[in-house]
DNA sequence: GGGCGGAAAATTGCATTCATTTTTTGAGAG
DNA sequence: CTCTCAAAAAATGAATGCAATTTTCCGCCC
């Protein structure tokens, strides 16, 4: 069984994209059809494809991807466990609606892993991992510099991945891609394009941040990263989730 | 259904005991006799019925709940995603054995996590929240001065479960459960009874925590529980899993 | 016109069944 | 006696079947 008999679930163009730094989740789930329909439903629904509070159909689904239904329930299970849906007795699963308290919640979350990662990068990291951040740094300024929002996004978000990279720690990445999941469903129209203020700002913090990952300053990069993360929450605060999946960007 | 005719598994005094500010895990995953499968078959495998390394017997399984191999098979892919065990394709589900590096790196996520929790509950605890600590506290100080190992740890793990609670953020909880549960099955015979020295630092440390509290110096707090898991971790070191389900306390 | 009640349809949860794969077993060769 | 290899036995992964619950739908009453 090869999981083919299905129309892809077209619109992936988001995360597609940011795919460079796929995590491999857990390794024993990635292989084993099991695991691939796990990635598989996961995307479609932190893609949108499912809108936000709604039931998940698992007739649907089952068609959608040529399985039956014993397989797309454990693979909800697991989703449910992961915080993406919710299961109601009886009553099947719905997509977890993101509540402006759950959402400040799992920012926090992100914030505190981030911390943790600044913190083991900096007692980890090799040279060349520093050197690549640095040159990422530069490339992220001079997009700061000519307005470029595409790249400077590109080159923030790799970033941010590079440090967790570099803090080498399997359970922290699962973690760390769990709850950027959860979170990617959430769409904030916290453009810097219409934020001047807070563009300048991030782009501030990530020089601390690049100072303190230059020093081997650990707890100084997890303050500063914790805050940044809190900073970029801030500026996104009171945004909704949108259905359609088409830009995959997120503000920081 | 009703999961009935099996030993019901104890000495989870940790977790329910603390059930006052409600530790739900997944609300949605609690209810519904999955849930109940869940929640024993994790307890079943953390209580070290079955040896480190060693396959989980589904059909053995199957007959000690009483159920079938559906919602066992559905509840052994949550445990699966959650890191207590691995699956092999077409060659079934083992329970995770956990490599020195492993570990390592489990205690720095706890370690990054209860930084979090001290930060987030230096904003938000209450007055009230911060007595009872304070109180434990000093029954755990008077437990060191009379050398009483068991109510030094009672004591100890009630301080680090209400920090958590009092950082109030949900996803956090969850995590901080999930990895607490992974870490439950190692047996660290750092017996402070044979380690004076790190009692004694362990005690110097929650001085130095419950300062930073009183002070709600969160990025303080932070640092010094992230320092005291690590030292944690360190006197305990090099010690492995035991499969007898008896004792079930933690050192500190 | 707007609810109300109840039967039909759909959906859920779990058990059972079936096709594969892995593991075990045992006979025979070296 | 040990190793090899094939067949039997067992286990896994997934599909299907079935009882129970929920949702939908439609005629009926107010």
Redesign the interface.
Known sequence: MVLDPVTEPEADAGLAAIDGARFP?????V??L?GELLARLRDYIVEGNLAAGARVPERMLCEHFGISR?PL???L??L????LI?????RGARVRQLGAE?LV??F??M???E??AG??ACEKITPEAYAEIERLHHEMYSSYMRRDLHGYFACNQAIHDRIVQAAD????R??YAN?AGRLRRVRYSANLDENRDRWGEAMREHEEILDALRRRAG?EL??IL?RHLRNKRRAAEGRETAPPPDDASAAS
Do not use: I, M, Q, W
């Open positions: 989740a857990f390794p024993s789930l292989k084993s099991h014993t329930r454990e693979a299970k697991v449910a466990s992961e915080g919710e299961l109601l007795p009886n759950e919640d799992l926090d979350v914030g505190g892993l911390a943790l913190r083991l720690n399997e359970p922290l699962t973690s709850f707890s997890s303050d914790f």
